[in-house]
């Protein structure tokens, strides 16, 4: 049995991006009880052990390539004249 909150507390779920409220007296999901990081929010005044969280898939399967170097275009000019193009001094 998890740890119980002592106060409600409203968090954003990561997984969702809308807000919950954990109420007092419950003991949330792991995933939203690490979201609250205030002690006084707890009944015994202590954070919930973390749980290992599961690592996050990265889509790169081969580790050996380089990293691709990027290439940088060359700005292109503004578009319409400008007074050093005209030969004045813009007056």
Do not use: C, F, H
């Amino acid at each position: 049995m998890g740890a119980k909150l002592a106060a409600s507390v409203y968090v954003t779920d990561p997984d969702t991006n809308e807000t919950v409220i954990l109420e007092a007296g419950t003991s949330p999901e792991a995933r939203l009880a690490a979201l609250v990081t205030n002690p006084a929010a707890w009944e015994d005044g202590n954070l919930p052990a973390a749980t290992p969280a599961e690592p996050t898939p990265t889509g790169d399967d081969d580790a050996d390539t380089e990293p691709a170097t990027r290439k940088t275009a060359a700005r292109k000019p503004a578009r319409g004249r400008t007074a050093a193009a005209e030969g004045t001094s813009g007056q």
